[in-house]
């Protein structure tokens, strides 16, 4: 084990006992391959599984294993129509687990979330059953005001840049706060607590993941 390896595992041990004084389920993961283990020993067979928009997720190769297992999935990309792609994220609201991944998370127990339509963040606070967050040890900010400077800073002027927004940010790489009609900062949110115990929980992936 290299000393990043050892130093995200001391890391994600303190950031998991903090999770759980907030409600929240976490697990450290030193890989990939471990992490999505970790997520199909979670989600048995014949559950209803929905995800939002995540690099990481793609990284992980997990949606590829999850098609070729007994579940149902609700997958947005297969609508067809507007009106089809609104019913589907109505359905999503009610589905027995949703995975996202995290733009920063704390060691001492906050996620936060930059989001554009916010049907991301809707789903973490409210509706699925269970909520499977995935964070690269990448994510990690020190702090809660670190945090949402990673987001804003670094985060969501990448993801502007991915999606060819025409942001400000695409052209200079800093954030000015805009009020661009395409830009994805939206909604901010901060999750300090889960009012339902154990319904969010945290796969803490000893790797480099997404923005």
């Not at 690099?55 to 947005?76: E, K, N, P, S, V």
């Not at 930059?114 to 994510?139: E, I, S, W």
Request: hydrophobic share 35%; charged share 20%.
């Amino acid at each position: 084990m290299t000393p990043k390896q050892r130093y995200f595992k001391l890391i994600a041990e303190t950031t998991i006992k903090s999770f759980a004084k907030r409600q929240i389920e976490a697990f450290y993961c030193e890989d990939k391959e471990s992490a999505v283990q970790k997520a199909l020993e979670l989600m048995p067979q014949g559950s209803s599984i929905g995800w939002g928009g995540s690099q990481t997720l793609g990284q992980l190769g997990l949606m590829d294993r999850i098609a070729q297992g007994g579940y149902t999935l609700y997958d947005r990309l297969s609508a067809k129509t507007p009106e089809a792609v609104r019913e589907m994220k109505r359905d999503l609201f009610t589905c027995d687990y949703f995975l996202m991944s995290t733009n920063a998370f704390t060691p001492d127990g906050h996620l936060v979330n930059m989001d554009g339509t916010g049907n991301r963040v809707a789903y973490l606070c409210y509706g699925p059953q269970n909520v499977l967050v995935f964070a690269g040890m990448n994510k990690l900010a020190p702090d809660l005001e670190s945090a949402i400077t990673r987001v804003r800073q670094y985060a969501a002027p990448v993801n502007n840049v991915r999606l060819d927004t025409g942001t400000p940010c695409t052209h200079n790489g800093k954030c000015s706060d805009c009020t661009h009609e395409k830009t994805v900062c939206c909604q901010l949110v901060i999750t300090r607590f889960s009012a339902a115990p154990g319904r969010i929980k945290v796969i803490l992936v000893g790797d480099e993941l997404g923005f």
